[in-house]
């Protein structure tokens, strides 16, 4: 049995449904567990409608921009309007008209209720498309299959349900087919209310599945081909790792490589499933493995870049040593602004942090922080993590750059950079 993952860029077109589905249709001398992303950058947009629902602006040219964008596909795909996917999707547009309804409702609910939808109407041209060019599947609504928590917008799995009903869903499904197709991104509570998993979740869902029916391998299909030592959008002369371990790729995606995401990898290492990453423009292609027998260390330096980042520098008023109680206390109103630090460094007397620039959450942080700190700041700042360096590396990275921040371990080293130009 095997799990393939599919984002939004693969099926942002008709044209990418139909290749998503060449892909599956070689793949299926035995069982197989489709997940898929909203299409294109759908889940934006569904967020786009959300803010306007709720700031009472003009709701209708977003929702009809989604409406348009999921109807432009579906019309190429299936000619005949009368296919029961147009009222599947009417069925699925009316949902996101009743999640309107929730405006005076909690916020991180009523956006799982609205944004999960994305999802259910990919998951559904996806299926139709598949049955129509004969590859027999089955649709599953994956709320039945991965049961969270009610912590809307970052559900936490219960992995012993999730695993009984999975094994219970995939056992009826592959009796008859070799297809399972169903959503990324999201997981159902005890009420069988949707629960979304995060943001860029669905690498998630696939490593849930992948895990529960301790399957053989996962495969995630993206637009490069396969984990490179760098974002090809910011780096030129990005490579390939053919392979790498677990635990390189945990430590990869935690100082923020996007290839995948960084709650995906545990559950593959904890039983041992490889995890391929292909391109879907070039599915023939070897693509990288990660695994645990690929040998240690890349032999290629690594490069994450980070934009937008504000580092900031915290001193006490009281001339105060920065001691175990203030930093408590700052790392508490971080944490209650939601501020994700992604270095630090203290002082005798100051303590500096290096954060994701969010302009609402840090002058929020900066006026709790103001009545027993000094604080001052730089931002437009970028951070560069660099592991497996060599001093050349950093060199050319850095170039006639200003450096405000760096720090070295044995095989990483972050730089916190001011902007080129
Ligand atoms: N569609 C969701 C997002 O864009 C989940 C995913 O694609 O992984 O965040």
Redesign the pocket.
Known sequence: MQVFKF??ASINSAKGVQNVAQIIAQHLNKPLVVIV??MGKM?NAFEDLLAANRENRDTMPIYNYIRDYHLQITYELFPDKSHRIYSELEGVFFMVMNAYKLNDEDYDYQYDQMVGL??MLSSKILSYYLQQVGISNQWVDVKTCITTDSTFREGKVNWTLSEIHIREIAKKVFATCNCLVTQ??IGGDDKGRMVTLG?????YSAAIFAYCLNVENLTIWKDVPGFLNADPRYFKDAQKLDKITYSEAIELAYYGATIIHPKSIKPLQNRRIPLFVKSFNDPTSEGSIITNTASEKPKMPCYIYKPNQVLISIYPKDFSFIAEQNLSYIFFVFAENNMKINLIQNSAVSFTVCADENKQRFENLIAALSNNFKVRYNDRLELITIRHYSEKDIKNVVGDRVVLLEQRNRTTAQLVLQKQG
């Open positions: 984002g939004g992303s909203a889940t994305g999802e990324g991104f943001r860029e979740g669905s690498d």
